[in-house]
């Protein structure tokens, strides 16, 4: 039998957000440790947070508009003795700063599902029942754990649906903040919201906070992709990997179009929702309390925070460059590299390109799939959307030839799916 992918540990930064364990829905917590990295800074941009929104180069801005920013009129002066030399995206402190006074959340857009209580929230225990508000949940099991958080799968009720509750201690917001901003940017008819998997409650306790989300059934890609080699002794089939490759391009494709950076894109934080066939995506996004909101910064801002934990590190922060939106499109390359390989992605630098270690096979269609790990492991330091544009457009072409002949390789996963069932 061969040896399987193991769950994808949570990268390390310099400091953490609301120190949380940033433990995914389905997976075990994976211990995090603290560690010196660089700081983030605008390019250019000192002193105060005054000065560095007066003094930053305003950059051409190749990402969508969204709306008009509430207070941002006033941010000058609400957060002029925020000391930004160096912005951290994960500095606890600044998120505070940026959620309390330039959002000044809750805003009536985060409200729906946020629920604050001036009680303490006591450990949940499997085979409990828990009532937070008016919603009662019963505690099935434990499916995650780490210093700060824990991630168990609970049952409504009222009606028996499962749901996933990440308990953060102490409280966090911010999760919650990204994916309300994720369902007011796309709107409620986007057909772009069933690419992720967002919370539809906040219980936020003096202790700790909980989020609740829809439950994903069939696990995770890893999940997917070591079953099927352990069940047909090979990688994914090509209409596979095409339909899973398009949709997660899709889904971080929709969430850079919003001006969000996910933070941690990775294949265990890509669960299987829907059947190959069902019509639906097959893949959902999850996992958002690393996500940095760019409206909350000048256009142009990049970072220099270097990810610390080995296979996380974009080409960017492996050359001591700034990043944006580029560790997005690294851990894009990282999670098509499992499905198409099977195996977590390796990278090598040849010449002036960064290309995987590993060579696809012939029939793979290496010859569509090597140009699109180009594009993705060698982003222009300037991020331009239509990166993914094209990438999809290519991924679009070559998934609608596969199925214009047989549909047999999504068959197949749906078998293996099926007695993938959680």
């Known amino acids: ?52 929104f007066n003094s930053c180069e305003k ?44 959002v000044q959340f ?24 828990a009532s937070f508000g008016s919603s009662e949940y019963t505690i099935l099991k434990e499916l995650g754990k780490g210093a700060y958080a824990r991630v168990l799968m609970g049952k409504v009720s009222t009606d028996g649906d499962k749901v996933a509750l990440k308990v953060q201690r102490p409280a966090c917001v911010w999760e919650w903040y990204i994916c309300k901003e994720i369902e007011n940017r ?7 919201l ?21 439950w994903a059934k069939y696990g995770n890609l890893l999940d997917l992709v070591n079953m099927y080699k352990i069940k047909m002794g090979q990688s994914l089939k090509l209409q596979a990997c095409l339909k899973l490759n398009l949709e997660m391009t899709r889904a971080i494709h929709a969430l850079h179009k919003i001006n969000i950076i996910h933070g941690d894109v990775k294949p265990d934080n890509f669960v299987i929702c829907n059947l190959m066939r069902s019509g639906l995506p097959t893949l ?62 390796n990278t090598v630098k040849r010449g002036a390109r960064w290309i995987l270690a590993d060579t696809i096979p012939r029939y793979l269609r290496r010859d569509v799939m090597e140009p699109i790990f180009d594009k993705l492991l060698n982003s222009p330091s300037h991020y331009d959307i239509t990166l ?24 197949t996963v749906d078998t293996i799916l099926a007695q993938l069932k959680l």
Request: proline content about 6%.
């Open 106 to 129: 809750p805003l009536a857009r985060h409200r729906v599902g946020y629920e604050c209580f001036f009680s303490e929230l006591h450990p949940l225990k499997v085979n409990s029942h």
């Open 1 to 52: 039998m061969k040896k399987s992918l193991n769950s994808t540990p949570a990268p390390q930064y310099n400091k953490t957000q609301c120190e949380t364990q940033n433990l995914s829905i389905i997976l075990e917590a994976s211990k995090e440790k603290s560690s010196s990295s660089s700081g983030s800074s605008g390019s250019g941009c000192l002193g105060t947070l005054n000065s560095y």
């Open 194 to 214: 069933h690419y992720y998997v967002l919370p539809h409650h906040i219980y936020v306790f003096k202790n700790s906070s909980v989020l609740a989300s829809p």
């Open 388 to 411: 993914l544009e094209d990438i999809i457009h290519s991924l679009e072409q070559e998934l609608e030839c596969s199925l214009a002949r047989s549909d047999e390789g999504l068959q």
């Open 284 to 345: 959902k996004l999850i996992d958002f309390g690393r996500s940095i909101d760019m409206t909350l910064y000048p256009p142009g801002t990049t970072f220099s925070t270097v990810v610390t934990t080995d296979g996380f590190q974009c080409t960017e922060m492996k050359e001591g460059r700034e990043w944006s939106y580029h560790t997005d499109v690294y851990g894009l390359a990282g999670s098509m590299c499992c499905t198409l390989l099977g195996k977590y992605m």
């Open 59 to 102: 950059k051409p801005h190749t990402l969508h508009p969204i709306y008009e920013q509430n207070g941002v009129s006033g941010l000058e002066e609400s957060v002029a003795d925020l000391d930004l030399n160096k912005i951290d995206p994960f500095d606890e402190k600044l998120i505070d700063e940026l959620l309390s006074q330039k």
């Open 186 to 192: 796309l709107k409620p008819h986007s057909p772009c």
